[in-house]
């Protein structure tokens, strides 16, 4: 590459580093810019390049210091809070990008568009702090008491299709079985034949019909 064409490839890189925000390229990544569309892959380092690479090291700060010291246009964050969920990503990242870069230096040099924009984008409710709509609490108990509801018609189903509780779960079959034992004389010590027993024995149903 001929000194000629590096002054020429020279200027267009000043020129795009004039015209690049602070958001699309941070000074570490323009340091690593290389012109790769002019230099062939065996290109020998020159006093050119040099010289051509240590100017872009030093204008790349400068390109971000003037686009961090121009303040965002009002129309941008004009009614941040109502546009900010409708915003693509790349557009989100890019504002908070810039917001980003202006909050670096003093904070009496934001202007009260971009103090409002940066709190709202930090701390407002959107994304996993969006508050709920209003009647969500009762669209919810509403939704428990259907489940409630539609649970017990289903149990109320099922328990109509079951058999009746077998003869033995009666009381008058059951006192019949406590005489039949004491007749036996079961457990004469500390059960139902023993002398001053006051238990139910094998009472533990309510009488038919009831």
Not at 52 to 79: D, F
Not at 129 to 146: E, F, I, L, M
Request: net charge positive; charged share 20%; aromatic share 6%.
């Amino acid at each position: 590459m001929t000194d000629s064409e590096l002054e020429n490839a020279f200027e267009l890189v000043v020129f795009v580093t004039s015209i690049l925000p602070s958001t699309r390229r941070s000074a570490c990544q323009l340091t690593s810019l290389h012109l790769e569309f002019a230099k062939p892959a065996n290109m020998l380092r020159t006093p050119a390049s040099s010289l051509l690479r240590k100017s872009l090291v030093r204008s790349a700060p400068a390109a971000a210091s003037r686009a961090s010291s121009t303040a965002i246009s009002n129309p941008t964050l004009k009614n941040i809070e109502k546009r900010w969920e409708g915003m693509p990503p790349q557009e989100q990242a890019d504002l908070w990008m810039s917001l980003r870069d202006r909050m670096k230096g003093s904070w009496s040099d934001l202007t009260l568009q971009e103090k409002k924009a940066a709190y709202w984008i930090a701390f407002g409710p959107h994304g996993p702090r969006t508050v709920d709509p209003p009647g969500s609490g009762a669209r919810v108990a509403w939704g428990v008491a259907v489940g409630l509801g539609v649970s017990l018609a289903i149990f109320a189903i099922i328990r109509s299709f079951a058999r009746p509780p077998p003869i033995t779960m009666n009381k008058e079959w059951q006192e019949a079985s406590n005489e039949r034992l004491i007749a036996q004389k079961a457990d004469p010590i500390t059960g139902i034949s023993s002398e001053g027993y006051k238990g139910k024995g094998m009472v533990q149903s309510a009488p038919k019909g009831n």
